[in-house]
Every structure is written in C-alpha cells, then in structure tokens.
C-alpha cells in the first residue's frame, strides 16, 4: 500500500521561500499522477499543483510563476517549491498520488481521484 509523508513546512516571513518533500514507500507506480493540495480552517482544499504522465505540470493561478512541482524518481520523492511566500499562503499542504486514469488525465486538480493522502505539513508565513 502506498505511504505518503510531508515534510519541509515551518514558518517564515514574507517573501520568504519553502521547499516541501513527500516521500513515498510501498506501491508507486512509475506512472501515477502527483499532486500538491492545501487547506486552512477558513477555505475548502484546493489545488495547488500537479505532475502528471511525461513530466506534465499545473499549477493553480496563485501558484504558477512562484511555484514549482518536480519529482525525484530516483528517491521516490515529490517537491513544492515555494517562493516569494505571502500570508496567503499559509496552510496545511497535503500531497497526493493517484492513477493515471483519464479523470486526472483531464482534471488534474480532481481532489477525488487521488487515492493516496499524506498527514500534511504546516507552512505558517507571517512577520
């Protein structure tokens, strides 16, 4: 089964930058699609970006430009580059894999067609 864990979050000023890690164990297809999520107590989740079959990334509007989604096959591990952080941007950043299916082929951001949810990693940024 399918382990995810962040890790990489903490707090910093504005303007600031993070780099998030999930790490992933047990089953990991070579072709399942990666994404990173985020959720306050005051905003549903929503999509922050993700990494599909042959290297295809999207972003989210606030994200693109300031972040970046890559893996490392190698180490079994995604990232979330995050720079010119706001106070927006504090959350809690949850990645998540799924299959290679056409929902996600179409819809990347489809929250429910991920099947695998790491615990979340806290960004906190602020003065």
């Known amino acids: 089964q399918l382990r995810l864990v962040e890790s990489g979050g903490g707090s910093v000023a504005p303007g600031f930058s993070l780099t998030l890690s999930c790490s992933a164990t047990g089953a990991t297809p070579e072709n399942s699609y990666l994404a990173w999520f985020r959720q306050t107590p005051c905003k549903a989740r929503e999509a922050v970006a993700a990494?599909?079959?042959?290297?295809?990334?999207t972003y989210n509007r606030f994200a693109q430009d300031r972040f970046t989604i890559t893996k490392d096959s190698t180490k079994n591990t995604l990232f979330l580059r995050m720079t010119s952080l706001q106070p927006d941007d504090s959350a809690v950043y949850y990645c998540?894999?799924?299959?290679?299916?056409?929902?996600?082929?179409?819809?990347?951001?489809?929250?429910?067609?991920?099947?695998?949810w790491g615990q979340g990693t806290q960004v906190i940024v602020s003065e």
């Open positions: 998540a894999a799924g299959p290679a299916e056409q929902r996600l082929e179409h819809f990347p951001f489809m929250a429910g067609a991920y099947d695998a």
């Open positions: 990494l599909g079959r042959e290297g295809r990334t």
